[in-house]
């Protein structure tokens, strides 16, 4: 069976297959932002879509047995369409890169008419994906974002306690109950809230949490009054919270200076807020499916300092945690599903997050001529010595990481000994806000003494902490208030990057590295070796570790205009689409509907 799971509506697009006609189950995920270069894009998945029959080796939709789509809102503006004619009709563009008229126009004639087509519950399909990538067999499911849900999860099914959100039905205690006409605001929507009285927009939740890091430079202050009596059950309400914070301005500095603001304050009040919040859910989840261990996703699962909370809070034994805890890792919800709603047997254990498809290596060779860079064969120890003489490098192999972390395989690596080391990256490379900490990676089996982390934390969502002993002989990794956030590498699951950890730990005696995802600040990770030289060319980077290459500038390497390479390569995305079009959706139904659309808006303009 073979099974393509997609989400079509709102930020974070994707698409995930999955096979088992070999025998195994075969898994493939990727974002629609990796592909259209375009961040958090909103754009109907069809480069995705592309990518992942690709993957598998299939021509047409019509070697898909099943599609499940991820039915973002229950409530749509028309039936048979999550955009809408009148949305299409007035180019409805909210915000980023969600253009409802191509959106449209490729929901409505995408060809599926050779396939089977299941839609899926937005909060059903983050539970799908913890569970059925979990090793457990029992285990309670907890979503935790913008909507909330409470499942249990037996031998293979996974059956709703509590769910509330994205206007569907509402269920309490695995009873339906009356559609909930009302929208509030629960947890996460309020930590939102204060990303956005940060400075913020909605995908700002990291920085938040990296400022609250930095509120014990202050005396403590409660900014705001959460509501005592937001508790109604799994339903957490902070209408009352928020309507208190209207007057609030927002912060209107630099984000150079915001760590010198009383504000920090405020994101450590909804750090702390979302923890009981979210530590109440977990009580909850223990206390209705009275199982042993936890599956976690929902954009609130990134939140490291709240996971590592749950993991010691003694309610669970194991606790699994989707890497791709936010919309992200939708379309392998709605994939697994599908999967395994449809009769399928084969166990999944996401053991690791590299589901992309693995790159080819002569383009590495084609590209440095392009690009007059030398290339030439190298190895984890080279990497290793170049990292500890400070070179900062680009890796890129193999296939991708599914989610919002680099996991090494499209990282930066870098010494985390050196004092400067994190304003040379935040500056000279991702160009982003001072405060941000970076990550280390060190060898799953031999994590360093100094660390206070998970044994095993492969996805780099657990928060550990650094012993006060080491924390100046580390800076780039320790955050303000002492904590890190760790990635333990296997060994079997990335031999070649676990060898370069090992082997700067020799020369060294520090046995991590920095790893930063491989981008700029305003781009998507790396996909290929292309977007690779491309972020190499713009940005300060030293070098690429890349198809076993060490590749760098050299002399004759062209100065390259930033602004220009971007532009030649979103030219070079809407040739794509449009060729997807052609392979993928139906010709006449698409030009139809294009050209009422167009008639339509004629038609409008003219009568005024
Ligand atoms: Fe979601």
């Known amino acids: 069976m073979i099974v393509l799971g997609l989400k079509c509506h709102s930020h974070d697009t994707g ?14 995920a990727i974002s629609e932002a990796r592909l259209n270069r375009r961040k958090h894009s909103f754009a109907y998945p069809l480069m995705s879509i592309s990518y992942c029959l690709d993957c598998l080796g299939l021509s047409s939709l019509d070697q898909v047995d099943l599609v499940c789509i991820d039915k973002h809102m229950e409530t749509w503006p028309e039936q048979g369409s999550q955009f809408g004619y009148e949305n299409a009709l007035n180019r409805y563009q909210p915000r980023y890169d969600d253009n409802h008229r191509w959106n449209y126009l490729a929901e409505q004639s995408i060809d599926f008419s050779g396939t089977n087509v299941h839609w899926i519950n937005h909060v059903d399909a983050h539970a799908a994906s913890a569970y059925y990538a979990s090793p457990f067999n029992e285990a309670a499911v907890l979503i935790a974002e913008g909507g909330t849900g409470i499942y249990h999860g037996t031998g293979g099914a996974l059956t709703t306690i509590d769910r509330l959100g994205y206007l569907g039905n509402t269920y309490r205690n695995g009873k339906k109950l009356k559609r909930r006409e009302d929208r509030f605001v629960n947890s996460s929507f309020l930590y939102d809230r204060v990303s956005e009285l940060l400075g913020y927009d909605i995908f700002g939740a990291g920085q938040t949490m990296a400022l609250a890091g930095y509120a014990h430079q202050f005396e403590i202050e409660d900014i705001f009054n959460p509501d005592p009596e937001r508790f109604d059950d799994f339903i957490i309400n902070h209408d009352k919270t928020v309507f208190g914070m209207r007057e609030m301005e927002a912060y209107g500095g630099d984000d150079g200076d915001i760590v010198q603001s009383r504000l920090c304050n405020l994101a450590r009040q909804a750090q702390q ?92 060779t084609n590209l440095a001529e392009t690009w007059q860079l030398e290339a030439h064969p190298t190895g984890p120890e080279e990497i290793a010595q170049l990292l500890a003489s400070g070179t900062i490098i680009g890796r890129i192999a193999g296939a991708s990481e599914y989610g919002p972390r680099a996991l090494g395989n499209r990282s930066i690596l870098a010494d985390p000994r050196p004092a400067d080391m994190k304003e040379r990256l935040n500056h000279g490379i ?41 924390r100046g002989i580390v800076p780039c990794v320790t955050h303000a208030d002492g904590s890190c956030r760790v990635q333990t ?58 198809g076993g290459q060490l590749v760098v500038k050299t002399g004759a390497t062209p100065k390259v205009d930033g602004k220009k390479i971007l532009d030649e390569t979103a030219l070079r995305v809407e040739r794509n689409y ?11 139904t698409y030009i139809a509907l294009a050209t009422k659309l167009y008639e339509d808006e004629k038609e409008n303009a003219e009568s005024g």
Not at 441 to 464: I, K, L, Q, W, Y
Request: glycine letters at 8%.
């Open 15 to 28: 698409a995930a297959i999955i096979s088992d006609e070999s025998g195994e189950l075969v898994v493939h």
């Open 273 to 364: 807020t979302l923890e009981e919040d979210i530590l109440y859910l977990a009580w909850l989840a223990r206390k209705k499916t009275r199982a042993k261990n936890l599956c976690l996703a929902g954009g609130a699962a990134l939140n490291c300092i709240i996971n590592r909370k749950i993991m010691e809070s003694g309610l669970f034994r194991d606790v699994f945690i989707q890497p791709a805890a936010s919309d992200e890792g939708i379309p392998l919800g709605c994939a697994l599903s599908g999967y395994y709603s449809s009769g399928g047997e084969k166990k999944w254990h996401m053991a690791h997050a590299y589901l992309g498809r693995p790159l080819t290596e002569p383009d590495v």
């Open 430 to 470: 991702k160009h982003r806000e001072g405060f941000r900490p970076f990550a280390p990676s060190c060898r799953a089996d031999r994590p360093p003494e100094f660390f206070d982390t998970p044994a095993n934390s492969p996805f780099m969502v657990v928060a550990g902490r650094v012993s006060a002993s080491h």
């Open 489 to 546: 590498v296997a060994k079997d699951i990335n031999p070649d990057y676990y060898a370069a950890i090992d082997a700067f730990g020799e020369l060294t005696g520090v046995p991590l590295l920095v790893n930063t995802s491989f981008n700029d600040r305003d781009e998507p990770i790396v996909e290929t070796y292309e977007d690779a030289v491309s972020c190499f060319l713009r940005t300060g980077l030293d070098a690429l570790w890349m």
């Open 578 to 588: 449009t060729d997807l079009i052609e392979r993928l959706c139906d010709g006449e």
